[in-house]
T-cell receptor
Framework: EPEVTQTPSHQVTQMGQEVILRCVPI?????FYWYRQILGQKVEFLVS????????KSEIFDDQFSVERPDGSNFTLKIRSTKLEDSAMYFCASSGSRASNQPQHFGDGTRLSIL | GESVGLHLPTLSVQEGDNSIINCAYSNSASDYFIWYKQESGKGPQFIIDIRSNMDKRQGQRVTVLLNKTVKHLSLQIAATQPGDSAVYFC????????FGTGTSLTVIP
């Protein structure tokens, strides 16, 4: 069964440094998402991406965040200047045709630890 | 504001018993609902979905019930197994797919 893959599984970064989290969505999917989950808390929506542009973003997704689909397979989340509170699990997800009535398929996440 | 929430943070059941996990939503415009399972160290995994034109949908050992009148959703797991131990989230399509805090299901062998 096709799956969403994320790399790395664990990223440790010094505060203030830039970090790029990578995702390979399911190949025929058109909608892409990033979520984060702070330890012990709920999954929080960050951003959705369709047709090479952001379609929705939450208040968490401020100017420090950006997303990109640099080629036909990868979908990346960049945090420009990391803060301690960025430490969390970051999940990538993708879905098929219309985003509103299709389930999302999630990767197993990248654990981001900011020191 | 809109929210998707769960009634109980934890649930313990004996292996072989049925489990019921509940979820409330507040957005009347929601017309599609999803249940996810999240095992430790893994991402949310799709279990079952239901559209608002239905009030019940069955999968393999799982049933989702939707009561639009009271904006309530439940997930029933039949003959619960140790492998069902996980956190279960509901999500809906309108509020940017916000997840509730989840219900942690523990299956006691």
């Amino acid at each position: 069964e096709p799956e969403v893959t994320q790399t790395p599984s664990h990223q440790v970064t010094q505060m203030g440094q830039e970090v790029i989290l990578r995702c390979v969505p399911i190949s025929n999917h058109l909608y892409f998402y990033w979520y984060r989950q702070i330890l012990g808390q709920k999954v929080e929506f960050l951003v959705s991406f369709y047709n090479n542009e952001i379609s929705e973003k939450s208040e968490i997704f401020d100017d420090q965040f950006s997303v990109e689909r640099p080629d036909g397979s990868n979908f990346t989340l960049k945090i420009r200047s990391t803060k301690l509170e960025d430490s969390a699990m970051y999940f990538c997800a993708s879905s098929g045709s219309r985003a509103s009535n299709q389930p999302q398929h999630f990767g197993d996440g990248t654990r981001l630890s900011i020191l | 504001g809109e929210s998707v929430g769960l009634h109980l943070p934890t649930l313990s059941v004996q292996e072989g018993d049925n489990s019921i996990i509940n979820c409330a939503y507040s957005n009347s415009a929601s017309d599609y609902f999803i249940w996810y399972k999240q095992e430790s160290g893994k991402g949310p995994q799709f279990i079952i979905d239901i559209r608002s034109n239905m009030d019940k949908r069955q999968g393999q050992r799982v049933t989702v019930l939707l009561n639009k009148t009271v904006k309530h959703l439940s997930l029933q797991i039949a003959a619960t197994q140790p492998g069902d131990s996980a956190v279960y989230f509901c999500a809906e399509n309108v509020s940017k797919r916000y997840f509730g805090t989840g219900t942690s299901l523990t299956v006691i062998p």
